[in-house]
């Protein structure tokens, strides 16, 4: 029987294997998914529970509650390396797979374009577990300047990128604030929330009238920007800009870029920015029994020479594009190359607030917000059916 593996259980791997096993005979082929945790993030919500404005637990789904036991096998653990040449995988505990076909879905890694400290004295919100020490960190902070006063640094916190991640994460921690102030007996005028940006505007690549409408939003909210403006250096200090500019904080939170996961480069693929350069089946040059999906994976516009943006919309529908042709490469049949569809883009800007485009048209305020809702809950039944829409819904 072939053995296809499927590492990660993002939004591309778990669709892969959601996709998969409802396409294939429980005797056609052997179905793993590896994840190292046993549940899968919902990622493009992790500035909630960064912020403290929704439960960390509200992001994350139990990977067996969505797998027929009887068609996927579902092992916990940590790759290590792909071996490529010989068709195997190596995880941390010395478990070894071998595959027929393999699906790397593992993601991406924060890219700090070498900046001095960012790596070792910044957040990043990339995980459960990262979130969830933002948010204990922020609240710790507060608590700290009630018994140090003079440290205006506890109550200055520093967003680095004003690109998708940063800009929803300045949203809803200007959400959090005056609830934290009312909790810690502070004034709010004594909270700042930069959010720094080297490119001349925030969320590059945006409609310049929506972009200029969600600085409005978000200025009105106490959000205080620094376009066209690098970070330099980072230190436990805070941040110094390229315009020599010092911010003394003691939260810095990184959202500037992602590259593709290390695992992929350590394991000898050929990578841009740590990601495999596919061809329009998603296959990896050379592997041709590979296929690469998601953030660890860069795909042209052949039209535009352009690569397409690592986002959760792309490896959706990667994921169910990649289960079409294995299971076409299981019955001798042909591949289909990948076509994305852009549906359009949505970023929230903190409570019943989002911009939003769809096709050409521009959406703002209160109809976006409820836009990125049905987004959101969408990927929830596409997943997992009413069963998951009804436990995780955003209403
Ligand atoms: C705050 C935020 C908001 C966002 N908003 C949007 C949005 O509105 N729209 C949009 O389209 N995109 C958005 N994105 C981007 C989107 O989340 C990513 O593009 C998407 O998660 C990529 O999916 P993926 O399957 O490639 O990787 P992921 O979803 O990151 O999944 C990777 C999986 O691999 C696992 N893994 C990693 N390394 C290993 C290892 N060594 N061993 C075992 N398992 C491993 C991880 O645990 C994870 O389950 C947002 C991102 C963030 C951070």
Redesign the pocket.
């Known amino acids: 029987m072939k053995k296809v593996v499927i ?8 669709m892969t294997a959601v996709q998969l096993q409802e396409r294939i005979a429980g005797d056609e082929a052997e179905l793993i998914l ?4 046993d549940y ?2 919902l ?5 909630e529970p ?1 912020a403290g404005t929704l439960h960390h637990d509200r992001c994350r789904i139990d990977i067996r509650s969505l797998l027929r036991t009887n068609r996927t096998r579902f092992v916990k ?4 390396a792909i071996q490529p040449d010989v068709s195997a995988v190596r995880l941390a505990d010395g478990e070894r797979l071998e595959y027929d076909y393999l699906v790397v ?4 890694e924060p890219e700090t374009f070498g900046i001095q400290g960012l790596k070792e004295h910044a957040f990043s ?3 459960i577990n990262s979130v969830r020490m933002i948010r204990e960190h922020i609240e710790y902070m507060f608590s700290r300047f009630r018994n140090e006063p003079h440290r205006s640094d506890y109550l200055t916190f520093v967003v680095g990128g004003a690109g ?2 940063g800009i ?2 300045v949203g809803e921690l200007a959400d959090r604030i005056p609830g934290l102030c009312r909790e810690f007996d502070v004034e709010p005028s004594q909270v700042k929330i930069y959010n720094i940006e080297a490119a001349p505007t925030v969320l590059p690549g945006f409609d310049p009238e929506l972009t200029e409408y969600a600085m409005k939003v978000l200025s009105e909210k106490g959000v205080i920007f620094r376009i066209n403006t690098p970070i330099q250096e980072c230190s436990p200090e805070g941040v110094v800009l390229a315009t020599g500019e010092k911010i003394p904080s003691s939260t810095v939170v990184w ?1 500037g870029g992602v590259r593709g ?1 290390s ?1 992929i480069e350590k394991s000898g693929f050929e990578v841009v920015r740590g990601r495999v350069k596919v061809d329009h089946y998603l296959r990896s040059p050379g592997y041709s029994n590979v296929f690469v ?4 994976s860069v795909l042209f516009d052949p039209e535009t020479g352009r690569p397409y943006p ?6 959706i529908q990667q ?1 169910i594009h990649t289960a079409t042709n294995i299971k076409s490469l299981l019955e001798g049949g042909e591949l289909q190359a990948f076509h994305p569809e852009l549906k359009g ?3 929230s800007l903190g409570k019943g607030e989002a911009i939003g485009m769809v096709g050409q048209r521009k959406l703002v305020g209160s109809s976006a917000s409820k836009l ?1 809702k049905i ?1 959101d809950n969408r990927y929830l039944f596409t997943l997992g059916g009413f069963k998951l829409l009804l436990q995780k819904a955003k209403l």
């Open positions: 590492l990660g259980a993002g939004y591309g791997g778990l590896v994840n190292k945790h899968h993030s990622t493009t919500w992790l500035h960064a653990g940590v790759v290590e879905a593992l993601g991406s919100i990339r995980s998708f991640t929803e994460f959202t996961s695992i999906i998601g953030d660890s690592p986002t959760a919309q792309i490896a994921g883009t949505v970023a990125k987004i």
